[in-house]
């Protein structure tokens, strides 16, 4: 599948080898602010095609590693790279501004424009930032409205929709940049319930068309269902990772496996055999 065309041309995307550069890099990345040290040495990859999921508790580290793979924080050490850019290399907001055209963030919080319709807020970036003509721009954010199963609000505006379709919405705006990596961080943590599930399937239809995603997320069932590869981080350090089969039905690390049971549910204990508890309460009569 030919992904969208940047400054280097067109980047083909294939099913992954073990030979194949991965797209993203973290080596070895420490990041503080002030004393209080937030990323502890991270190294992370993801592949062309491959959904990667960070799981963990709060404050351990999973948003800010999204954060140092498209510049908005820079770690103090350790390398990120980026289809092959050094974000820290990066010195002009330029430069900044062309790895961003590359990588989609949707964040917790939809951001959109309130004084803007829909198809306006999916425009407005292609037009300004990429060049398209208008007429392309509403073409393909007509199109992907339908992808994400909004084509009848067009000329809404965000506050006429529920957070569930806004955040539909934010998706869209994110790849009518035709990014080649797209990032998720907790994009259901501000979501009623029962609009949870709208999103989560909209995600789940672009990785199975093979964008690469890398998500933080505390979905435990979503993220085992549709990642490649997960990783769990703790205290700013990557605890484990590996296939998403293998880390939720055979976590290696005890706090994985502690993690993991109270994000989804320790299982029950079996129900109590009546025979047994009926000779309990005449042992103890006796």
Do not use: W
């Given at each position: 599948m030919?992904?969208p065309?940047h400054?280097?041309?067109?980047?083909?995307?294939?099913?992954?080898?073990a030979?194949?550069?991965?797209?993203?890099?973290?080596?070895?990345?420490?990041?503080?602010?002030?004393?209080?040290?937030?990323?502890?040495?991270?190294?992370?990859e993801?592949?062309?095609?491959?959904a990667?999921?960070?799981?963990?508790?709060s404050?351990?580290?999973?948003?800010?590693?999204l954060?140092c793979?498209?510049?908005?924080l820079e770690?103090?050490?350790?390398?990120?790279?980026?289809?092959?850019?050094?974000?820290?290399?990066?010195?002009?907001?330029?430069?900044?501004?062309?790895?961003?055209k590359?990588?989609?963030?949707v964040?917790q919080?939809?951001?959109?424009f309130p004084?803007?319709?829909?198809?306006?807020?999916?425009?407005?970036?292609?037009?300004?930032?990429?060049?398209r003509?208008?007429?392309?721009?509403?073409?393909t954010?007509i199109?992907?409205?339908?992808k994400v199963?909004?084509?009848?609000?067009?000329?809404?505006?965000?506050?006429?929709?529920?957070?569930?379709?806004?955040?539909?919405?934010?998706?869209?705006r994110?790849?009518?940049?035709?990014p080649?990596l797209?990032?998720?961080d907790?994009?259901?943590?501000?979501?009623?319930?029962?609009?949870?599930?709208?999103v989560?399937?909209?995600?789940?239809?672009?990785?199975?068309e093979?964008l690469?995603?890398?998500?933080v997320?505390h979905e435990?069932?979503?993220?085992?269902?549709?990642s490649?590869?997960v990783?769990?981080t703790e205290?700013?350090?990557?605890?484990e990772?590996g296939?998403?089969?293998?880390?939720?039905?055979q976590?290696?690390?005890?706090?994985?496996?502690?993690f993991?049971?109270?994000?989804l549910g320790?299982p029950?204990?079996?129900?109590?055999d009546?025979?047994?508890?009926?000779?309990?309460?005449?042992?103890?009569?006796?």
């Amino acid at each position: 599948m030919l992904l969208p065309e940047h400054a280097g041309g067109p980047v083909l995307s294939a099913v992954p080898t073990a030979a194949a550069a991965p797209l993203v890099a973290l080596q070895d990345v420490h990041l503080a602010f002030g004393g209080n040290a937030v990323l502890r040495g991270i190294d992370l990859e993801v592949r062309r095609g491959q959904a990667v999921s960070i799981i963990g508790p709060s404050g351990s580290g999973k948003s800010t590693i999204l954060r140092c793979l498209t510049g908005l924080l820079e770690p103090q050490q350790g390398k990120v790279t980026v289809g092959g850019v050094s974000v820290r290399g990066l010195r002009t907001e330029a430069e900044r501004i062309a790895l961003r055209k590359r990588v989609g963030f949707v964040f917790q919080q939809y951001n959109l424009f309130p004084h803007l319709t829909v198809l306006q807020n999916l425009t407005i970036a292609p037009v300004r930032v990429l060049g398209r003509s208008r007429a392309q721009a509403e073409a393909t954010a007509i199109g992907l409205l339908r992808k994400v199963r909004l084509a009848d609000k067009a000329g809404a505006y965000p506050g006429e929709l529920s957070g569930g379709q806004q955040q539909r919405v934010a998706i869209a705006r994110a790849l009518a940049m035709e990014p080649e990596l797209i990032l998720f961080d907790e994009v259901t943590s501000a979501l009623d319930p029962e609009t949870v599930g709208e999103v989560l399937t909209v995600i789940g239809d672009l990785v199975d068309e093979g964008l690469t995603c890398l998500l933080v997320t505390h979905e435990m069932r979503f993220a085992e269902e549709i990642s490649d590869e997960v990783y769990f981080t703790e205290g700013g350090l990557i605890v484990e990772h590996g296939p998403a089969r293998r880390i939720f039905s055979q976590p290696r690390s005890e706090r994985t496996r502690a993690f993991l049971n109270r994000a989804l549910g320790a299982p029950a204990r079996p129900p109590a055999d009546p025979f047994v508890a009926s000779f309990d309460k005449l042992r103890f009569a006796i």
